[in-house]
């Protein structure tokens, strides 16, 4: 019974905050600049590449957007709640930490998965002109899945660690830039090093993907990523808890 208890009152925040992502233009805005920059390299690069080349063509720059969708998803999620002081309501109700945390990131996901789904139609025409192998387009949208859960992982820690939302977008911005762009570092120093940068970076885990490789070892690494940053988002409501 506490488990199932514990399940609803994770739906139910995941629901309501749903409900305010499509009834606030955030999303659609946020949504909108996705889908039509994911538009713009896809037409920069559907001429004189093959089908599948399309596919990456346009899914690769796409997910570097991440960087700034992710925070602008999240920023909100929990900086506002430490702004209006409904915090305080939150810690003297039978919710836990961890149901806010993953009822609000549940939110942003589903969000995220529409946004990704309007993209679909630019496959839809790639296959309606061409016979692309399905395979790296399925293997490539996992990995926009995976990649985009990672990050908006980062952005709920960015918006935990404050109460003002631009802060938590740059925070959440300034952590993917790092751990998108690290790889070059990586590449540059070269050795067990580089290798270890090279790992680290969100970016070289998504070429294979891309590629139309589904790597269990990249599929571990955005879990762990996911895992890591929201446990750490739970430790930070924590400690206001007891301020």
């Known amino acids: ?17 749903l409900k305010i992502y499509f009834q606030t233009p955030t999303a659609y805005v946020v949504s909108a600049m996705f889908v039509m920059f994911a538009g713009i390299t896809f037409i920069l ?5 093959n089908p599948e080349a399309t ?8 997910s570097i957007f991440y960087i700034l969708l992710a925070p602008l998803l999240t920023m909100r999620l929990l900086a506002e709640e430490q702004k209006l002081g409904t915090f305080e309501l939150l810690f003297t109700s039978p ?4 149901e806010v945390v ?14 990704l789904a309007a993209t679909l139609y630019y496959v839809i025409m790639i296959y309606a002109f061409g016979e692309p192998d399905s395979g790296p ?11 985009g859960a990672a990050a908006l992982a980062i952005g709920m820690l960015a918006s935990s660690l404050t109460s003002n939302q631009i802060v938590s977008a740059v925070l ?15 590449t540059r120093l070269g050795g067990v090093t580089g290798d270890i940068i ?6 070289t885990h998504f070429g294979d993907f891309a590629r139309g490789v589904v790597d269990t070892s990249h599929i571990v690494y955005y879990l762990s990523i996911i895992a890591v940053f929201l446990f750490l988002a739970v430790r930070s409501l924590e400690t206001r808890r007891w301020r």
């Open 55 to 62: 596919v990456r063509s346009f899914v690769v720059p796409s």
């Open 1 to 17: 019974m506490e488990r199932y208890l514990r399940v609803n009152n994770t739906l139910t925040i995941a629901w309501k905050e």
């Open 198 to 203: 090279l790992e680290i970076s969100m970016r």
């Open 172 to 186: 959440g911005m300034g952590t993917l830039l790092i751990l998108t762009f690290i790889d070059t570092l990586g």
């Open 137 to 147: 387009v399925m293997s490539a949208y996992l990995g926009m899945i995976l990649y």
């Open 95 to 98: 919710v836990k930490d961890w």
């Open 102 to 115: 993953i009822g609000k990131y549940i939110a942003s996901l589903v969000t995220l998965i529409a946004t």
């Open 45 to 49: 690069n559907v001429i004189g590449t």
